[in-house]
């Protein structure tokens, strides 16, 4: 069965960067678009970005425009996303999904298929 798994969460400080990657075990993985959300301890899961089968159209949600960068390698089966300038308010548990919507969506009941998440904490 596929999966979809996540890694390249850590520690750091703020102003830091970390990288995050998004491995799909699946022969379909570059048919769907990928997003990746993010859970505080005690929050809802927030939309962070998300990208398109072709990797032609991402989707950022407001808190980390001009900061993260989402990017995707068919060849691969892998999605990244690349974070600059964390601040503390970042910190959380990463999650890939997939949707099998056309494009990224920020709703959170369109993705079918999540990682297990990777944990980032950003200290300030």
């Known amino acids: 069965q596929a999966q979809l798994i996540e890694s390249g969460g850590g520690s750091v400080q703020a102003g830091g960067s970390l990288t995050l990657s998004c491995l799909g075990t699946g022969r379909t993985f570059r048919s769907y678009p990928i997003s990746w959300f993010r859970q505080a301890a005690g929050k809802e899961r927030e939309f962070v970005a998300g990208i398109d089968r072709n990797g032609d159209n991402v989707l950022y949600g407001d808190s980390v425009k001009g900061r993260f960068t989402c990017s995707r390698d068919n060849a691969k089966n892998t999605v990244t996303l690349q974070m600059n300038s964390l601040e503390p308010g970042d910190t959380g548990v990463y999650y890939c999904?997939?949707?099998?919507?056309?494009?990224?969506?920020?709703?959170?009941?369109?993705?079918?298929?999540w990682g297990q998440g990777t944990q980032v904490t950003v200290s300030s």
């Open positions: 999904a997939r949707t099998r919507s056309w494009y990224p969506t920020k709703t959170r009941d369109a993705y079918d298929q």
